[in-house]
């Protein structure tokens, strides 16, 4: 009798554990979706470690997790918002050069003037003839153009990627002709799926002196870099293209 009883009793707590007793769902699973990157951002390995970015011709970052953009408004005070404001409303974020901020850093637009410094307005704009002349990168598609997209605190590389070239405008009529020229055709902003990451200790040397000092001229380090509450990181020497 007693074992009947006993059993009754499992059974009924078996019954009710089906519907109530499942663990919670993991929390890194409910979050998987705010590590994907952006559209506009270059590609890069272990998107899920990185979470800021900085925008060095625009002043702005932005939080990958929280899907916000910081930038500075009146006052000096931080604005986070969905969009960029509305002085860069009309930014192509796909063409522009991003720098993917060290995984251990939080709120990194606390630190500003490091980050103004160091990555000054076009400070990449070197890059590309470096690795051309140098033979760094070779193996670019015909009609293509090789874009310096990204630095990445994280590896100390910059990430190139290409994209056709703009197309030569068509010749102008000769005086006396009446027929239209046809304007020239709209550039292509889709880039090639070959990626090449480029360790900065390869262009640094032919980098101007002044700026060898800095991370944009010299590579990242951390014993320059501002000081802030670390967070937990998760788990060859030429521009080698990848897929």
Request: aromatic share 18%; net charge negative; hydrophobic share 30%.
């Given at each position: 009798m007693k074992r009947t009883i006993l059993f009754f009793i499992l059974a009924i707590g078996l019954t009710t554990c089906i519907g109530s007793c499942v663990p919670p769902p993991d929390n890194d699973s409910m979050d998987v979706q705010n590590y994907v990157p952006p559209p506009w951002a270059p590609p890069y390995d272990n998107v899920?470690?990185?979470?800021?970015?900085?925008?060095?011709?625009?002043?702005?970052?932005?939080?990958?997790?929280?899907?916000?953009?910081?930038?500075?408004?009146?006052?000096?005070?931080?604005?986070?918002?969905?969009?960029?404001?509305?002085?860069d409303a009309s930014v192509d974020l796909g063409s522009s050069f991003v720098v993917l901020i060290d995984r251990d850093m939080d709120h990194p637009w606390e630190h500003h003037d490091y980050y103004r410094q160091n990555y000054p307005n076009h400070g990449y704009d070197n890059y590309r003839d470096i690795v051309v002349k140098n033979r760094i990168v070779t193996n670019i598609a015909p009609n293509h153009e090789l874009v310096p997209r990204a630095f990445n605190e994280n590896t100390n590389r910059v990430t190139f990627m290409q994209r056709p070239s703009i197309p030569t405008p068509p010749p102008q009529p000769q005086r006396g002709q009446d027929h239209p020229v046809p304007p020239p055709p709209m550039v292509n902003q889709r880039y090639h799926?070959?990626?090449?990451?480029?360790?900065?200790?390869?262009?640094?040397?032919?980098?101007?002196?002044?700026?060898?000092?800095?991370?944009?001229?010299?590579?990242?380090?951390?014993?320059?870099?501002?000081?802030?509450n670390p967070k937990p990181a998760a788990g060859n020497d030429r521009g080698e293209g990848r897929r």
């Open positions: 899920s470690t990185i979470r800021y970015y900085y925008l060095p011709d625009y002043e702005m970052y932005y939080d990958v997790w929280d899907r916000q953009f910081w930038y500075m408004g009146d006052g000096d005070a931080w604005i986070s918002s969905a969009v960029p404001p509305s002085q799926q070959v990626v090449h990451e480029v360790p900065m200790k390869n262009i640094s040397p032919s980098m101007p002196e002044a700026s060898r000092k800095l991370n944009y001229g010299g590579g990242y380090s951390k014993t320059r870099a501002p000081q802030n």
